[in-house]
């Protein structure tokens, strides 16, 4: 009798065992597939030149005899170093602008996925504007978007870093 009980008792933990050793087998595999194939990427190329298209369409707050300039009239309002109808200085209105849309974007800071950006625009091929907030890594997604206004050529560049 007494042994009945001890070999029922070993093969409990025998069954146990086989049970903790088949469980951690099949958390290994999940566990070599997630480090294998890393996550979807926090942000695209596309969508980054997407949000400097439609940046560069965006409404600012400077004003000038006829209306209110778009990002895109405000970069060159800048370059030609012009005032806004309520006297404030176009490129300070247009560094606001843009921290304030790409603020709005995305979540940049030490807890967010996006750990800073570097915006910059240049005239004839030499920079005249640069914005930048957080830290530059490696990693990160950028795009361009060139325009010509009053035979200039002008692009605007956008690096988000994760």
Not at 26 to 42: A, G, K, Q, T, Y
């Given at each position: 009798m007494i042994k009945d009980i001890k070999k029922r008792g070993q093969e409990e933990i025998v069954g146990f065992v086989v049970i903790v050793v088949i469980v951690s087998v099949?958390?290994?595999?999940?566990?070599?597939?997630?480090?294998?194939?890393?996550?979807?990427?926090?942000v695209n190329n596309y969508e980054v030149e997407s949000f400097i298209q439609s940046a560069l369409q965006y409404t600012s707050e400077c004003e000038d005899s006829t209306e209110f300039l778009a990002v895109q009239d405000l970069i060159i309002a800048c370059s030609e170093k012009t005032i806004c109808l309520d006297d404030k200085?176009?490129?300070?209105?247009?560094?606001?602008?843009?921290?304030?849309?790409?603020?709005?974007?995305?979540?940049?800071?030490?807890?967010?996925?996006?750990?800073?950006?570097?915006?910059?625009?240049?005239?004839?091929?030499?920079?005249?504007?640069?914005?930048?907030?957080?830290?530059?890594?490696?990693?990160?997604?950028?795009?361009?978007?060139?325009?010509?206004?009053?035979?200039?050529?002008?692009?605007?560049?956008?690096?988000?870093?994760?």
């Open positions: 099949i958390l290994l595999v999940l566990l070599s597939f997630l480090i294998r194939n890393p996550s979807e990427e926090i200085d176009s490129c300070n209105v247009l560094n606001e602008t843009i921290k304030g849309l790409i603020t709005k974007a995305w979540n940049v800071g030490e807890g967010s996925a996006v750990r800073g950006y570097k915006f910059s625009v240049s005239e004839d091929e030499v920079g005249t504007l640069l914005i930048k907030e957080g830290n530059e890594t490696s990693n990160y997604k950028g795009a361009v978007q060139p325009f010509a206004r009053r035979g200039k050529e002008y692009e605007v560049f956008l690096n988000i870093y994760e």
